[in-house]
C-alpha cells in the first residue's frame, strides 16, 4: 500500500507520527467518510475518496493559496462542527443543572412535610399518652384495645 504522505518527509519530523504508522486510514468501513474529497487529479467517473489534498510545500517551504485556502476552508468547517457541539453541551449542562435545582426544591419540600409530620405524631403520641395516665388504665391495656380494633378493621376488610 502506498504512504499516504507521499514522497514527503515532512511526518517524520515529529516522533508522535510513529504512533499512527500502521493506520490505514478506517480501511474496516466499507462507505467512504463524508469529510474526505476526491482532489486526486481522478479524471475517470469515479471519485476517489481515499486521502485528503496533499499539503505539501513547494522547494522554498511555501505553501500555495489554493492549499492554504483549502485548509482555513477544512479548519472553518471543523470549528463551526465543534462550536454546534460546545453548544450542545452547554445547552444539557444547563438543563442539568435546572432539574437538580428543581429536585434539590423538591427534597427540601419533602424533608418539611417530614418533619411536620414527625412533630404532629410526636404530639399525638403525647395527648395519648396523657389521656392514659388521666383514665388510670395502663399503657398495655389500650394497646391491646387498639390492636383489638384493628384487628376488627382488618376483619371486616378482608372478608
Known sequence: MASRFG?????QRDPRSALFEGYTGGS???????????????????????AFRPATPNSRGQYSDAVLSELESQNDTQ????????????????????????????????NDSFENTRVRL????????????????????????????????WYVWLF
Open 7 to 11: 514522497s514527503s518527509s515532512l511526518h
Open 79 to 110: 470549528l463551526e462542527g465543534m462550536s454546534a457541539k460546545v453548544k450542545m453541551l452547554k445547552d444539557i449542562t444547563t438543563a442539568i443543572g435546572d432539574e437538580i435545582r428543581e429536585s434539590s426544591a423538591l427534597a427540601e419540600k419533602m
Open 122 to 153: 410526636r404530639g399525638t403520641m403525647n395527648r395519648m399518652l396523657r389521656m392514659a395516665e388521666r383514665t388510670g388504665v395502663g399503657w398495655k391495656a389500650w394497646l391491646a384495645f387498639f390492636s383489638a380494633v384493628a384487628l376488627l378493621f
Open 28 to 50: 474496516s468501513r466499507n462507505t467512504p467518510s463524508p469529510n474526505r474529497v476526491a482532489l486526486n487529479g481522478n479524471s475517470g467517473g469515479a471519485a476517489s475518496y481515499n
